[in-house]
């Protein structure tokens, strides 16, 4: 087998084809990198395609990116021959639809969804059968900076918002304050176990949505088996076309839309990086920038960005101006509120130089006057 293109958005557990000496025979090429193909696509032996999360399945479907064989991950057909794709819609049914042949793993241990996922039996040419545990990603446990960070973050959520969640231990830590909140419901293109409680306790039950009203609505799960059982057939959940999930559209639609996404990280001016560390490729664009203009047209909605003052080596995560090779996932005219420990920055409406200053404000002690320095010598 010789120069077999694998596309791909984030996926876990090992990944043999990404290995050296694997590279005449495969070739990654990924629309996000997951810790698997990090150090190959890095290392030259595979590519990244920077693409919003949102127009994956468009891409596919446009035949932009031509797919002979889609493999793909289902549970168990139903009686009537219905398999379902479980945990991961996104991209998936896109693949099914546009591929030459659909190869299936049918696993009694994947979730059953309600939602786009019911693809019938007879789609697939050939079938496997395997009875293996899904990829398991706990949560992880939460450093003071980061319950800090949450904190902060909890106060900007209104009762009767639609929350979406990004990747990461931040918005995962920020639902642990929540508890006392009241008719939130969930948009969101992923969640994990974070959620959970919040659904038995009640705070989570979507009535106050225009869209999907009394229902979440995701495009994929990453957690561990309770959360895997919690979403096995209930209508509670809906695991949706990542097209429609991540349209700025469908998300603005409902009210008070708060994004809670992650970064890299920031400049002064408001300028994101998420998806590199310099020229460095470690993500990807993903669906931050499809929810924060998506939250940013809801009525009230708030767009956030949340991230640690500064690197476990002591570095500024709020910088003069982003690393040479850094990618600008979100503008600084998209920014509304950047949070870390220290506070609240809100730059929504305001010139560069009070930007500048809001920055300064919750940026490390260690480095305030060092950023004050550069911002006299830009603005005087």
């Known amino acids: 087998m010789k120069n077999v293109g694998v596309y791909q958005l984030h996926t876990e557990g090992d990944a043999p084809y990404a290995q050296p000496g694997m590279e005449g025979a495969f070739r990654v090429k990924?629309?996000?990198?997951?810790?698997?193909?990090?150090?190959c696509i890095n290392?030259?032996?595979?590519?990244?395609?920077?693409?919003?999360?949102?127009?994956?399945?468009?891409?596919?479907?446009?035949?932009?990116?031509?797919?002979d064989t889609a493999l793909v991950h289902v549970s168990p057909p139903d009686r009537h021959g219905y398999c379902s794709l479980g945990i991961s819609v996104e991209a998936t049914r896109a693949a099914i639809e546009m591929s030459e042949h659909v190869i299936a793993q049918i696993n009694p241990k994947m979730p059953r969804t309600h939602g786009d996922g019911l693809v019938h039996i007879s789609k697939?040419?050939?079938?496997?059968?395997?009875?293996?545990?899904?990829?398991?990603?706990?949560?992880?446990?939460?450093?003071e900076t980061e319950l800090q960070i949450a904190e902060n973050v909890a106060g900007l959520v209104e009762d009767g918002a639609t929350l979406q969640m990004g990747i990461g231990s931040i918005p995962n830590?920020?639902?642990?304050?929540?508890?006392?909140?009241?008719?939130l419901g969930v948009h969101t293109e992923m969640f994990g176990d974070g959620l959970l409680p919040l659904i038995e306790s009640g705070a989570v039950v979507g009535?106050?949505?225009?869209?999907?009203?009394?229902?979440?609505?995701?495009?994929?799960?990453?957690?561990?088996?309770?959360?895997?059982?919690f979403v096995d057939d209930n209508p509670?959940?809906?695991?949706?076309?990542?097209?429609?999930?991540?349209?700025?559209?469908?998300?603005?639609?409902?009210?008070?839309?708060?994004?809670?996404?992650?970064?890299?990280?920031?400049?002064?001016?408001?300028?994101?990086?998420?998806?590199?560390?310099?020229?460095?490729?470690?993500?990807?664009?993903?669906?931050?920038?499809?929810?924060?203009?998506?939250?940013?047209?809801?009525?009230?909605?708030?767009?956030i960005i949340a991230l640690p003052s500064q690197t476990s080596h002591g570095e500024s995560r709020i910088v003069p101006f982003l690393k040479r090779g850094a990618g600008v996932?979100?503008?600084?005219?998209?920014?509304?509120?950047?949070?870390?420990?220290?506070?609240?920055?809100?730059?929504?409406?305001?010139?560069?130089?009070?930007?500048?200053?809001?920055?300064?404000?919750?940026?490390?002690?260690?480095?305030?006057?060092?950023?004050a320095e550069y911002v006299y010598d830009r603005f005087k």
Do not use: W
């Open 124 to 143: 697939f040419d050939s079938c496997t059968e395997v009875n293996d545990d899904l990829p398991e990603l706990p949560l992880q446990k939460t450093s």
């Open 173 to 183: 830590a920020v639902l642990s304050f929540l508890g006392n909140h009241k008719n």
């Open 30 to 39: 990924a629309f996000f990198i997951g810790r698997n193909v990090r150090k």
């Open 236 to 303: 509670f959940v809906r695991v949706l076309d990542i097209e429609y999930v991540n349209n700025t559209r469908i998300i603005s639609q409902n009210p008070k839309v708060t994004s809670i996404n992650s970064a890299i990280e920031v400049d002064i001016t408001g300028q994101v990086c998420a998806d590199s560390i310099g020229e460095k490729m470690y993500s990807g664009v993903g669906g931050q920038m499809d929810f924060i203009r998506g939250a940013s047209q809801s009525v009230g909605g708030k767009p």
């Open 329 to 371: 996932v979100t503008t600084r005219a998209h920014v509304h509120y950047v949070v870390t420990e220290y506070g609240v920055a809100d730059l929504y409406a305001k010139t560069l130089k009070e930007r500048a200053k809001a920055m300064i404000e919750i940026a490390h002690p260690h480095h305030r006057e060092s950023l």
């Open 43 to 67: 290392d030259g032996r595979g590519d990244f395609i920077p693409v919003f999360l949102s127009e994956v399945p468009k891409i596919i479907r446009s035949d932009k990116v031509s797919i």
């Open 207 to 229: 009535n106050k949505k225009k869209k999907h009203k009394d229902t979440i609505v995701t495009g994929f799960l990453m957690g561990t088996r309770r959360l895997y059982d």
